[in-house]
């Protein structure tokens, strides 16, 4: 009896252990699950096109690559492949550059023209009377795409027989800006802190190096800057460039290149020079040799990231200089070696009096057509910041003579946190396929950041990277699936989100029609609903101060007058928000005239941004006939019930998810119906102060009084 306690201990142990490795592995794991399939039908029908992989290539990128399409047909197959360097079987999956391949091989691809350097080529051929499969690019990083691509075919239970893809990146920087700090902390990070450990690199290297680089390339993104815009100078001293380098050393097999953030006065503070003025020739050959240094250490090095001049970052105007001038400078420095000056738009300023969503248009358009050809102009898909839901922001469509990119914030800094199931590429989407009219009607946003427009060589999209030490990577488990469309979404701006929220459920967790149908419903739908229960009809930074979590519309007392919510709701017994037209501040007419036409008026605004744009009374009739308080309110509460119907999709959804990962969802979803009710209280507390009206038919009582919400401190907020 004691030997058999003994041993049941020592049993439950080994269960309990397992079953914490299993959790951790499926949440580590990503969408590269690669879970075996079960329905012997398909694997049969798989295997039938499958028999084997030869690999022709030897570098280090066609080994990742050999070694990924092993492992996920093994997993998802269960059958041993072999990696072989001869073609002598039937059916099997020949993966190898352009050049490795045979010219009887090239002439069955037919024309490479039709990709680019990172694209690729998926065909079934019939040579020398058998079948078989290419995965082919002119590079050898345009072959990992393609497998990952040819994977993710089999991952999502799609057909494999004859098969033609020709695929290429529409931008050229695909890229995660990192707001990682050096001593770790991340910046609007919700995921615990950076991956990077820059105490023990260049010597050690952490798995999860590898294993990021692994993730990122299986999307296609193809830089990271490793660090912080509100940048630390010491990064570019040799003390850390030799741990970048390391970095580096373990991406770039990957197709990944490394980038960094420039503090623009490091000639002073690393550099013992007693300015940082971009006209001073010392300065200009300080930066010169910094370049020189780096990129003979990373000699493919992407270049650098600047926020100049903006909250408080120092940059040119510290001189009397401009944007042109800090950027061109930089821009000359990294030229001889084929980098990139990637310049920042997000600027406004306490001594500027105007609205703080036209002052990076305002400065920044005067610049068209002046910076040097490896700057890219890097915009918020904004004029504010991030918020749950803006207009585009109007440079796109007003600077043709320069390349712009688009900056999508993946952390959720004003979305909830990693608390928040908010499936982003939703909201991408909506700002890429806006339309600008820069060359009339069907000129989107993805239009002008795809260079289709203006045929500008350099192009590119980043995302703020919403990844850290969590066991996870995000935080929360939905929160890979935005870093997943990010990356999805950069190759080619034009995907649609449901596409891509179809695809990760069933690379992440299963392919269960029954499954896939409601949680992708519930995916594209939880995108309106922190819109509702946040900031409805066109409410926009309402925050609380400074971490940004949960409501504070009340806050009035900021140095700034554009960092307090009463800026842009303005509520008052009239109504509510911010007049952006004729009679207001005009910001409507940053747009073509063919938007703002649309944003200037009542009648013709999009209810969506009603209130972004106008100051508008509370009795205002929507339209669906509701005066404009009582539709508020019902938004706060539709919110509310989104995330309610939220939690019963997820509820019907436990026998398709591991426990662990269930469970994990489950509790989230909790705290976000809780937080969405404080957030519907609160605001709408807060507000009938001014519109003095009782709630409508329909929208729940407040349990909690506006003293007890204004009473609320968060003092440890993650990521402040
Ligand atoms: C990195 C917002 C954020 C800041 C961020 C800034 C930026 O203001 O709150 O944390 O700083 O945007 O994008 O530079």
């Known amino acids: 009896m004691r030997y058999q306690k003994k041993y049941l201990f020592i049993l439950s142990v080994f269960l309990l252990l397992f079953s914490f490795k299993t959790m951790a592995q499926k949440d580590y794991k990503l969408w590269l699950q690669y879970d075996k399939k079960t329905d012997a039908e398909l694997v049969s029908k798989y295997l039938s096109n499958v028999q084997g992989i030869v690999s022709l290539g030897n570098a280090e990128t066609s080994k990742i690559a050999s070694n990924e399409l092993q492992l996920g047909l093994q997993n998802m197959l269960g059958k041993k492949f072999e990696i072989k360097a001869k073609i002598d079987l039937d059916k099997t999956v020949i993966i190898g550059s352009k050049a490795l391949l045979s010219a009887e091989i090239q002439k069955e691809i037919g024309n490479f023209d039709q990709i680019n350097e990172e694209g690729f080529i998926i065909k079934t051929i019939f040579l020398k009377g058998k079948n078989q499969i290419v995965i082919t690019g002119k590079k050898e990083v345009g072959v990992l795409y393609g497998v990952y691509n040819f994977l993710r075919l089999i991952q999502t239970n799609k057909n494999i027989k004859n098969l033609n893809i020709v695929d290429s990146p529409k931008t050229n920087i695909r890229i995660l800006n990192h707001w990682d700090n050096l001593d770790r902390t991340v910046e609007r990070g919700y995921a615990g802190f950076s991956l990077w450990n820059w105490q023990k690199l260049p010597d050690f290297i952490d798995q999860r190096y590898i294993d990021y680089a692994r993730a990122n390339a299986s999307i296609g993104i193809n830089g990271t800057v490793l660090t912080n815009v509100n940048a630390n100078a010491l990064i570019l001293t040799s003390q850390y460039l030799e741990k970048v380098e390391a970095l580096a050393n373990v991406f770039r097999p990957y197709g990944i290149k490394v980038y960094l953030t420039a503090r623009f006065s490091a000639p002073i503070e690393i550099g013992g020079l007693k300015t940082a003025d971009p006209k001073d020739a010392d300065v200009a050959n300080w930066w010169k040799n910094k370049a020189k240094e780096i990129y003979k250490r990373i000699p493919d090095f992407g270049g650098f990231l600047v926020k100049a001049n903006s909250e408080g970052q120092p940059g040119p105007q510290n001189y009397g200089r401009d944007h042109v001038d800090g950027a061109n400078m930089l821009a000359d420095a990294v030229a001889p070696f084929g980098g990139v000056i990637m310049w920042r738009a997000f600027v406004y300023s306490e001594h500027d009096a105007n609205d703080r969503a036209k002052q990076a248009y305002a400065e920044f358009v005067t610049y068209d057509g002046k910076f040097k050809d490896n700057v890219i102009v890097q915009v918020k898909n904004g004029a504010i910041d991030f918020q749950p839901r803006e207009p585009f922001h109007p440079m796109f469509g007003a600077m043709p003579k320069t390349p712009l990119m688009m900056e999508f914030q993946i952390t959720q800094e004003y979305l909830g946190f990693s608390t928040h199931l908010v499936f982003l590429p939703k909201l991408f989407q909506e700002v890429l396929a806006s339309d600008t009219y820069q060359k009339g009607k069907g ?278």
């Not at 500008?456 to 969590?470: F, H, M, R, W, Y």
């Not at 744009?613 to 929507?622: A, E, G, P, Q, R």
């Open 443 to 720: 000129t989107t946003v993805a239009k002008v950041i795809d260079g289709s427009l203006t045929k500008t060589k350099l192009t590119g999209i980043a995302g703020v990277s919403n990844i850290g030490n969590d066991l996870n990577w995000t935080g929360h488990p939905f929160a890979q699936a935005n870093w997943y469309g990010f990356g999805r979404l950069a190759w080619n701006p034009e995907l649609d989100s449901e596409v891509i929220a179809d695809e990760w459920l069933r690379c992440t967790f299963s392919n269960d029609e029954n499954f896939i149908k409601p949680v992708a419903a519930m995916m594209i739908e939880s995108r309106e609903a922190v819109v509702n229960y946040m900031t409805p009809l066109g409410l926009h930074h309402i925050m609380d101060t400074g971490h940004h979590y949960g409501p504070g519309p009340w806050v009035s007392n900021l140095s700034r007058p554009e960092w307090n919510p009463v800026y842009y709701h303005k509520a008052d017994k009239n109504g509510i928000g911010f007049d952006r037209s004729k009679t207001g501040t005009n910001a409507t007419a940053q747009y073509a005239p063919e938007v703002a036409k649309i944003f200037s008026t009542l009648e013709t605004c999009p209810e969506k941004d009603l209130l972004w744009f106008h100051h508008v009374s509370w009795d205002y009739k929507l339209k669906n006939g509701q005066t404009l308080w009582n539709g508020l309110a019902l938004k706060y509460q539709e919110g509310v019930n989104q995330v309610k119907n939220m939690q019963d999709v997820w509820n019907k959804s436990a026998k398709y998810v591991d426990e662990d990962r269930f469970k994990e969802v489950q509790m989230l979803l909790e705290i976000q119906y809780k937080e969405a009710k404080w957030w519907r209280d609160a605001c709408l507390l807060y507000f009938q102060q001014y519109s003095g009206k009782e709630l409508p038919a329909g929208v729940e009582k407040p349990t909690q009084t506006l003293d007890y919400f204004q009473s609320l401190k968060f003092p440890f907020a993650p990521g402040n």
